[in-house]
């Protein structure tokens, strides 16, 4: 059964740093894109950053420099790095596999149960 699992949220300070994990089963996670979405309160989801299966790295503008996509084949785990945080990055945070190099979209497939991240002073 194919599975992901969100962890590593918590609460931390504006210019703070955390690191998510996306622990996955069922599958590996180097034969996927991984793909990490956020929601804010009242606002829609949208999508963050993604690994595809050959490495490739993509970002949005608003994370670009500050969140880093990365995955351990080991452990079968995708790592959302975040380095100075900012008050909208305020968010539950969820991540999402599709096999192969095409990050999977927002329509597609179900979603985990999310790690909520809270940035405030």
């Known amino acids: 059964q194919v599975q992901l699992v969100e962890s590593g949220g918590g609460s931390v300070q504006p210019g703070g740093s955390l690191r998510l994990s996306c622990a996955a089963s069922?599958?590996?996670?180097?034969?996927?894109?991984i793909r990490w979405f956020r929601q804010a309160p009242g606002q829609a989801r949208e999508a963050i950053s993604c690994?595809?299966?050959?490495?490739?790295?993509y970002y949005a503008d608003s994370v670009k420099g500050r969140f880093t996509i990365s995955r351990d084949n080991i452990k079968n785990t995708v790592y959302l790095q975040m380095n100075s945080l900012r008050p909208e990055d305020t968010a539950v945070y969820y991540c999402?596999?599709?096999?192969?190099?095409?990050?999977?979209?927002?329509?597609?497939?179900?979603w985990g149960q999310g790690t909520q991240v809270t940035v405030s002073s």
């Open positions: 069922g599958f590996t996670v180097d034969s996927y894109a």
């Open positions: 690994i595809s299966a050959d490495g490739n790295t």
């Open positions: 999402k596999g599709r096999r192969g190099n095409y990050c999977p979209d927002l329509y597609s497939g179900s």
